[in-house]
């Protein structure tokens, strides 16, 4: 992982820390991250964390207030990587769709550790930051609808949202792949063929519209993707 960075202090639901983190702070992130990967948030303590960090395990609440907000840290810290790496969408819809895969391929790929976090322990996080998180969450799967409804107007807002889903779902997935799936292939380029071209199915199957009636239509129209 290349570094867990603390986020900034943006309110009573965000994870207590300092805007740029200080080094100690880092330390028991990244310690966290990586105990926390390798065994699930419920299988370690707070003495377990500091001990990995080089400090006491009481020394940690200096900084975060236990367990639970380290965890949310993390989680905050996936989601400003992510939107960082985004950046502000370009105008071409066409380009903003490959800007948005290849920004959620790049942080899945290279931040693989904190990413396995992120998708395994939202079970873990404790109120209210999980409410902050699934915020955060709508949000970003609606920057995937946007973009998506921008290249295949002729498609439904519920199509949208099943692509989205499966594009990040996806993505998502290989935070869990063994190192055999791994090991001497390009994964960034891998992901980035493989979920736009699935994303290409929105150009070319035809969308199917339910009737109130229960029966169906189809059609197609071009777009710009």
């Known amino acids: 992982m290349s570094g867990v960075a603390a986020s900034g202090h943006r309110g009573a639901d965000q994870p207590?820390?300092?805007s740029s983190g200080s080094n100690r702070e880092q330390e028991i992130l990244e310690a966290a991250a990586r105990l926390f990967h390798e065994r699930g948030f419920d299988r370690v303590g707070v003495d377990e964390i500091?001990?990995?960090a080089g400090i006491s395990g009481p020394a940690i609440y200096r900084y975060f207030s236990g367990k639970d907000e380290i965890l949310a840290t993390l989680f905050d810290t996936a989601m400003d990587r992510l939107l960082l790496l985004f950046g502000q969408a370009p105008e071409d819809p066409a380009a903003a769709l490959e800007r948005l895969v290849a920004a959620h391929v790049e942080f899945a790929v290279r931040d693989r550790m904190l990413l396995s976090v992120y998708a395994r322990e939202e079970r873990s996080l404790a109120e209210p930051w999980r409410r902050r998180l699934q915020r955060r969450q709508l949000d970003h799967v609606g920057?995937?609808?946007?973009?998506?409804?921008?290249?295949?107007?002729?498609r439904s807002t519920a199509e949208?949202?099943?692509?989205?889903?499966?594009?990040?779902?996806?993505?998502h997935s290989v935070s869990g792949w063994p190192r055999q799936a791994r090991d001497g292939v390009d994964l960034t380029r891998m992901l980035v063929g493989l979920v736009e071209r699935g994303l290409g199915e929105l150009r070319r199957a035809e969308p199917v519209v339910v009737r109130p009636s229960g029966r169906r239509a189809s059609g197609r129209a071009d777009n710009g993707c």
Request: charged share 15%; with cysteine.
């Open 16 to 18: 207590r820390a300092a």
């Open 160 to 171: 949208h949202h099943a692509a989205a889903y499966a594009a990040i779902g996806m993505i």
């Open 50 to 52: 500091g001990q990995l």
């Open 143 to 154: 920057r995937w609808v946007g973009v998506l409804g921008r290249c295949f107007p002729d």
